[in-house]
């Protein structure tokens, strides 16, 4: 499969993966609905179930796309003090229109916050989209406060000869269909596929968040050759 834009591993990702997501921003939403069959909100929901959001809590969503999981977590706990960081600034403006949520558009590997600012900090989707997603696992360790929490929730590369096949399968029948229907950019489904195939797998991932200064790094695959979910308490 060609992709034009840059993958997992390759170098100087970042301005074109955010032009691809710029140009999405518009049916993003619509576009993991369908692609999904809406499973993704349960997907985000676990995530939320598992860190438990308390009211009065700081909470970080970075690669907050349209910001549903912020969305989600205020709506769970209305104390929350929530703040969405993303490199996409359309994508990031359609989510404050829908939440009302304040966003900050950031790069992930030098996040603009200080040092322990946050209780806890959500991820979705967004790892693989990194240059160096080691960097990215650092810096939230570097914002989180000692004992805080972190959920993940990714499109990891699957290392089962089932899941594979899966995985093949769907990527191969329903994703162009899917891509070519609903998404004004037929690259960016490209992209979506190619980059879940050059990412860390779970395994690999939860390597790399121990190493970056997490503890009790726990993962769990909610679909097969699809979708994992890493969660892990900062040292």
Not at 38 to 49: E, F, G, N, P
Not at 65 to 88: E, Y
Not at 139 to 162: H, I, K, Q, Y
Not at 179 to 200: Q, T
């Amino acid at each position: 499969m060609s992709v034009n834009v840059p993958l997992p591993g390759e170098a100087h990702r970042g301005s074109a993966v955010r032009a691809m997501f710029d140009r999405i921003a518009p049916r993003y939403d619509l576009l993991n609905r369908v692609m999904t069959l809406k499973v993704d909100q349960a997907w985000r929901r676990r995530l939320l179930s598992d860190l438990a959001p308390k009211d009065g809590e700081r909470m970080l969503d970075l690669c907050a796309g349209t910001m549903d999981v912020a969305d989600l977590a205020r709506r769970r706990a209305p104390g929350l003090r929530v703040t969405g960081a993303d490199f996409s600034m359309q994508m990031l403006r359609r989510g404050v229109e829908k939440t009302a949520l304040p966003a900050s558009q950031a790069d992930a590997m030098a996040l603009p916050f200080l040092d322990a600012r946050f209780d806890l900090a959500t991820v979705t989707f967004g790892m693989r989209n990194l240059e160096r997603y080691e960097v990215g696992l650092a810096e939230l360790a570097r914002v989180l406060r000692p004992g805080g929490r972190l959920g993940v929730l990714e499109f990891f590369r699957s290392e089962s000869r089932g899941s594979r096949l899966v995985h093949g399968a769907y990527n191969r029948l329903a994703l162009p269909v899917l891509g070519r229907i609903l998404s004004p950019d037929p690259e960016a489904y490209r992209y979506l596929v190619a980059s879940m195939e050059r990412f860390a797998s779970r395994v690999e991932f939860e390597d790399a968040a121990r190493r970056a200064g997490f503890r009790e790094v726990r993962g769990e695959t909610l679909f097969p050759g699809v979708c994992g979910l890493v969660t892990a308490v900062r040292a």
